[in-house]
Structures are given as C-alpha cells and as structure tokens.
Antibody, heavy 117, light 112 residues
Framework: EVQLVESGGVVVQPGGSLRLSCAAS????????MHWVRQAPGKGLEWVSL????????YYADSVKGRFTISRDNSKNSLYLQMNSLRTEDTALYYC??????????WGQGTLVTVSS | DIVMTQTPLSLSVTPGQPASISCKSS???????????LYWYLQKPGQPPQLLIY???NRFSGVPDRFSGSGSGTDFTLKISRVEAEDVGVYYC?????????FGQGTKVEIK
C-alpha cells in the first residue's frame, strides 16, 4: 500500500524558513517523480514543484521560484521542501504526491504551514 | 500557463440522479505522443484529493464505473451516472501537458 506522510508544518513568521518532509513507503521510491501541491485555507489546489526520480530535474511554480527548493534522499525514501523567505500567502496545507503517468496518483494527508506574525 | 476553467462551480444533486461537470483548457491538451493529459480528482471533505480519471477517460484503480470522463482537445466532461451520498466534495480537473501543472477552480457537489 502506498503511503505518503508529510511533516514539518508549523507557524512561522514572515521572512522565516521551514523544511517540510515526506516519508514514502509501499512503492519503489526512486522509480518515481515526486511533487508538492498546496492548498490555501478554503481555496483550490496549486501545484508547487516536482523532482525527477534521481533528483536531476526540478521545476517550480513561479510563485515559489527562487524561494523554495525541492530535494529527495532516495536512500531514505524521503522528499523534502525547503521554504525560505516565507510570505503570508504561502500559508497552506502542503501535500506531497507520487507521480503516475502524468497524474498525481497518490497523495499524503498534508502538513499545515501558517505564516503569520 | 494553461488556464483550466470549470463549470458549474457548484452543483446540488438528488441521489440517484446524474451530474455533469465541464472543464475547458486554454490550450489543447493533446500531446504529440497521442495522449491527452487531462485528469479528474475528487477531494472529499477533510481529505486529500484522490485521482478519479486519468488521460480523459480512464478510471483509476478502485473508482466506481458510475464515473466517466470524455472530451478532446480543450473541452472535457466528467459525468456521474447516478450520484451517491459518498460522492460529495470538490471535483477538480488538472492538466499536465505543460509545466506548471494547473488545476481548475473546483466544482463543489452536494446532495439535495
């Protein structure tokens, strides 16, 4: 059974930094591209970033480019999102998701990031 | 960026009746590999989104056959043949032919 468990979400001040983690199990982690998707409170879904199976390719939404860094450790079956220069508009539930034939086939339960002074 | 536009934004359906949601993309989602990169998700209350339909019309593992997808190019439809109480939530279409991947605004489905 595919399991994705996010962690690291907390309340942080504007301008602060945070690192989210996603622990994966139930599949061969290093075979798959992985993603981060976020959802602001009461709002829709926004794709944030992806990383290829080997970490060689990364892509970002314009809204986070230059501030967020996606990475992975295949030896630990883990995905990460380093978030710097956080803004109030980054407040959201952050999901990690497993790629599957161009889709987001499996999602974690999410971890909540609140940016507030 | 490709803009995904869903209609309607909300839907109230009597159990057992059909429902239909439209999704239009600002660019064709047909790739040169022959695939069309259009997906449907359902986010039930308090849960993460779950994949329903991939590549326009293919049901994901475990998805009931009352859900069907159709369309081509830039116009797509999700149909529920007979709505059940467990189908309530917000439905999103998504494109992955071009980065950034983008979602529709969501259609909230409730039961009358």
């Amino acid at each position: 059974e595919v399991q994705l468990v996010e962690s690291g979400g907390v309340v942080v001040q504007p301008g602060g930094s945070l690192r989210l983690s996603c622990a994966a199990s139930g599949f061969t982690f290093d075979d798959y591209t992985m993603h981060w998707v976020r959802q602001a409170p009461g709002k829709g879904l926004e794709w944030v970033s992806l990383i290829s199976w080997d970490g060689g390719s990364t892509y970002y939404a314009d809204s986070v480019k230059g501030r967020f860094t996606i990475s992975r450790d295949n030896s630990k079956n883990s995905l990460y999102l380093q978030m710097n220069s956080l803004r109030t508009e980054d407040t959201a539930l952050y999901y990690c998701a497993k790629s599957s034939s161009g889709s987001l086939g499996y999602w974690g339960q999410g971890t909540l990031v609140t940016v507030s002074s | 960026d490709i803009v995904m536009t869903q209609t309607p934004l909300s839907l109230s359906v009597t159990p057992g009746q059909p429902a239909s949601i439209s999704c239009k993309s600002s660019q064709s989602l047909l790739h040169s590999d022959g695939k069309t990169y259009l997906y449907w998700y359902l986010q039930k209350p308090g849960q993460p989104p779950q994949l329903l339909i991939y590549e326009v019309s293919n049901r994901f593992s475990g998805v009931p056959d009352r859900f069907s997808g159709s369309g081509s190019g830039t116009d797509f439809t999700l149909k529920i043949s007979r709505v059940e109480a467990e189908d309530v939530g917000v439905y999103y279409c998504m494109q992955s032919i071009q980065l950034p991947w983008t979602f529709g605004q969501g259609t909230k489905v409730e039961i009358k």
